[in-house]
């Protein structure tokens, strides 16, 4: 019995580790399942980089243009 409970510790504590940083990625991810950790993390964290930057080009030439927009005006 305790040979069986010493193995399960050290592996849930390494679950929890992995799952902290993968948390904050996982959000945007939403869908991603936690069942195959060991290949979400590898595709959620590209996707989640992309997706993070893809809506910060559209929000920054909004801002350029009206800049100028304002100071001609």
């Known amino acids: 019995m305790p040979a069986a409970s010493s193995p399960v510790r050290p592996l849930s504590i390494r679950c929890t580790r992995e799952s902290i940083p993968y948390l904050p990625s996982r959000p945007p991810a939403g869908p991603a399942p936690p069942s195959p ?37």
């Open 37 to 73: 950790a060991s290949e979400d993390p590898a595709r959620a964290q590209p996707p989640c980089r992309s997706r993070s930057l893809a809506p910060a080009i559209p929000y920054l030439p909004p801002l350029h243009p009206a800049g100028p927009a304002r100071a001609r005006s």
